[in-house]
């Protein structure tokens, strides 16, 4: 009986060992199967946070990386700008190595965002933005590279205007915006890796007390995951220290740079202001330069009237051939008087067309005047009827600066050719000026045309002729070609394009006959305003001499007075208000302004001796303008088409 209690207490214990055996291998699968299942979830955990770290890594870089980029374009531009402005070669090594440093930092930011179409669609168009920006300011280098100041600074100014200005900034802050806007979400996934990672600790430290080796591995893996945390933290702090840094850096950089662009500006300004003194001041000079032969001129001219006088005083009979010679020598001095205020005023650039051979023929007697009797000028013009678009003013004041030039080289001594040769096709113009003198080197021709160089001593020369010429070709669409030999003379050729021909003009008819009074249906009420006695008294005599009533005014100031009382005496009005342009107290063009304020269909006409500028021009409005010394006749008709409407360019001017 024993026997088989002890062999059913053996299959008992038997049984019980085989069933805590299957209990404790299936106790061991399932806490391996957890613990599989926890460390397969600690492992996913910890991936998922170590690639939002990578992630948070990747953003910071991309942002340091676009800042980068700005940082070395604006060290770039900063350092274009002195070099622009200085012409120092240091600097133009400095934009090269900064520009090449924004190049790099591109690249890194393009092999950094490939895995992200938008950025990567973003970096791409930048890329296209620096490359045009960077040929925009290689031109501007390229002209300070060959010491070409005003150019360069021209080309700078011109590229910091440009839309790839504004384009890279607005590029840059996108990249930035969208990177962080990346990294704020990479962050918020980042917290829930990391909220992850602490359940599955929870697991493992709730275990711990059953496994011990589960314990070891969870405790390791928060030593471990703690420490990630910790660099992670360590980095996102000095990547943001970093980012700080450099936000304060560009901030820095971008006033410095604003200032430098005020202060680049205001020196751009003050260099054209004195470069415009500097051009007025040569065309004066080249004005004192007429005086001496002008003066003879005049004078000859003034012995011509005068004589003319004295001999019609004398011989009465003879007196209509005595004063025909004496008005034919005031009229020629007029003309030279006009043509000599016309050519020192100051005004912009107003092209015409020009009749090359006339011009240079009517200009020649200055020229001739200019260079001396101990050199020869000759004229070969060989291109008649042939005209161009240009500014005649400007066209005249090179020729002029030519002329000297050669003078001075020739040391007032030798042969100047003026020549015009058409090329053919009827498309240019070639206008050379042909000295004996010196001639140039070569190192002279290379600076020729460069503003302010000059090899004549100190106070002798502006070093703005040649410049002038140049400037006043490439302005008109032409060119100037430059061949010089030591010791044997020089020939300069201003390359000019022929201007088509166009339909003549209307002719333009006028009523009535200048030689005879108005009739009585045509005489008016003009009122005569002018300060100098003398010429109020001509100007009274001349108007009544035509037929007109006339009211003379000695004073602006009284004018309005006399309209007023005009009218108040219940007659029509003055029909035409002739006024003098400068006068003291009050201006002709002031006074009209005042008298147009009550009475705004006045007719006016001005009469003036003075040039003027641009902005005196504009002044005298859409009225017309009569130049002193002025004919009867001239008067008459000035006077008869006082009602007409007025051409398309403003102004009638009448001489």
Not at 89 to 98: N, P
Not at 158 to 173: E, F, R
Not at 520 to 546: F, G, K, Q, W, Y
Request: glycine share 8%; net charge negative.
């Amino acid at each position: 009986m024993r026997v088989f209690e002890r062999d059913i207490d053996s299959e008992n214990d038997g049984r019980r060992e085989r069933v805590r055996f299957w209990l404790t291998i299936v106790l061991g699968a399932i806490l391996t199967g957890v613990v599989g299942a926890l460390v397969l979830l600690l492992a996913r955990a910890n991936d998922n946070y170590d690639r939002s770290l990578g992630w948070q890594a990747q953003s910071l870089e991309v942002i340091s990386q676009t800042r980068s980029v700005d940082a070395a374009i604006a060290r770039a531009e900063a350092s274009l700008g002195r070099f622009a402005v200085g012409l120092q070669k240091e600097d133009g090594r400095i934009y090269e190595y900064q520009w090449g440093r924004a190049r790099q930092f591109l690249a890194q930011l393009q092999r950094n965002v490939r895995d992200n179409p938008k950025q990567m669609a973003l970096v791409e168009q930048l890329t296209r933005e620096m490359d045009s920006r960077g040929a925009q300011l290689g031109d501007a280098a390229l002209s300070a590279n060959y010491n070409q100041t005003v150019a360069a600074i021209s080309k700078y100014y011109a590229a910091g205007k440009g839309q790839s200005v504004s384009q890279i900034d607005k590029l840059l802050s996108e990249i930035i915006a969208n990177e962080r806007a990346l990294l704020r979400e990479r962050n918020r996934l980042a917290v829930a890796d990391r909220a992850s990672l602490n359940q599955a600790i929870l697991l493992f430290s709730l275990l711990g007390a059953g496994a011990a080796v589960i314990a070891i591995g969870t405790t390791f893996s928060l030593i471990r995951a703690e420490g990630e945390r910790r660099l992670a933290r360590n980095e996102q702090l000095f990547e943001s220290d970093r980012a700080m840094q450099l936000e304060a850096a560009v901030k820095e950089r971008t006033a410095e740079l604003a200032q430098a662009n005020d202060a680049l500006r205001g020196e751009m300004i003050e260099r054209e202001a004195a470069e415009a003194q500097l051009r007025q001041a040569q065309k004066m000079e080249a004005v004192g330069q007429l005086t001496g032969g002008i003066a003879h001129d005049f004078n000859n001219m003034l012995a011509v009237v005068v004589g003319g006088l004295e001999l019609a005083q004398r011989s009465p009979a003879k007196a209509s051939r005595h004063l025909a010679n004496a008005l034919d020598g005031a009229n020629r001095a007029a003309d030279l008087t006009r043509r000599l205020l016309t050519f020192a005023r100051s005004e912009p650039a107003r092209p015409e067309m020009v009749a090359v051979d006339e011009c240079i023929t009517s200009f020649g007697e200055l020229i001739e005047r200019t260079i001396g009797d101990r050199i020869a000028l000759t004229l070969d013009l060989q291109a008649p009827g042939r005209a161009c678009w240009v500014d005649r003013q400007q066209f005249e004041n090179a020729l002029l600066n030519l002329a000297v030039n050669a003078r001075d080289a020739m040391n007032s001594h030798g042969s100047l050719t003026i020549q015009t040769l058409d090329d053919g096709e009827g498309k240019a113009l070639a206008v050379q000026v042909i000295d004996t003198g010196c001639g140039m080197s070569p190192e002279v021709l290379e600076r020729v045309f460069d503003p302010f160089y000059t090899t004549k001593p100190a106070g002798q020369g502006t070093g703005l002729g040649m410049s002038q010429v140049f400037a006043f070709c490439r302005q008109s669409g032409g060119e100037v070609q430059l061949s010089s030999t030591e010791g044997e003379g020089t020939s300069v050729a201003m390359l000019l394009p022929i201007a088509k021909p166009q339909a003549d003009a209307a002719t333009e008819t006028l009523p009535g006959d200048a030689d005879g009074p108005a009739s009585p249906a045509d005489a008016l009420n003009i009122l005569v305003v002018e300060d100098d006695e003398r010429v109020l008294a001509a100007t009274v005599d001349a108007v009544s001499e035509l037929g007109h009533s006339v009211v003379a005014c000695g004073n602006p100031l009284d004018a309005e007075a006399l309209v007023e009382r005009r009218l108040a005496e219940g007659g029509s009005g003055f029909d035409l208000i002739l006024s003098d342009v400068l006068m003291p107290q009050l201006t002709g063009p002031e006074m009209v302004a005042q008298l147009k304020q009550r009475w705004p269909d006045l007719s006016v006409l001005f009469v003036t001796g003075y040039a003027g500028d641009a902005s005196e021009v504009e002044s005298f409005g859409d009225h017309d303008v009569l130049r002193k010394p002025f004919t009867l006749t001239a008067l008459d008709l000035a006077i008869r088409r006082r009602g007409e409407a007025r051409p398309a360019e403003g102004q009638r001017l009448a001489s």
